[in-house]
């Protein structure tokens, strides 16, 4: 399937079920490597209150047949911006479609979100053991800590 959005001008979805993700062959299809996404900036809503939430995800997968194209996997976290979800839904929903979708030999995220009434939530998702033999280093985002 040829890319939707490389190359071309793309509005950001209005919400993730209506966002595209293009997947593209693997390069190396013979090596076994792991490709790593950080968003620092991902913005989803209360879905209660309405009021913005913000985290950085980092995504890391194994790849299969197919990679994630950067640019549909940005306009896919940035269709979270108006969307309301608790904090579980979004980080657990990107890792599984994603996995769904894709088709990796393995994949994890970590959802760091920043304090709402004074509480932190760190949420993580992975697809099952990480594949022997592949450098999986750690994500090494602290947990907040505040001002100190």
Not at 30 to 54: K, N, V
């Amino acid at each position: 399937m040829e890319p939707k959005h490389l190359g071309q001008t793309s509005a950001l979805p209005a919400t993730p079920e209506e966002a595209v993700l293009d997947y593209v062959a693997n390069p190396r299809p013979g090596s076994r490597y792991m490709i790593r996404f950080a968003a620092p900036e991902f913005t989803s809503l209360c879905p209660i209150t309405g009021q913005p939430d913000f985290a950085h995800l980092v995504i890391d997968y194994v790849p299969g047949d197919t990679i994630v194209e950067s640019k549909s996997l940005k306009l896919f976290l940035g269709s979270f911006r108006n969307h309301g979800a608790f904090h579980e839904d979004c980080t657990v929903g990107i890792g599984e479609r994603l996995f769904e979708e894709m088709k990796p030999k393995w994949l994890r995220i970590g959802g760091y979100w920043y304090p709402r009434g004074g509480i932190p939530i760190d949420i993580f998702w992975q697809s099952g053991l990480a594949p022997s033999g592949v450098w999986i280093p750690p994500q090494d985002v602290p947990g907040y800590r505040g001002r100190g």
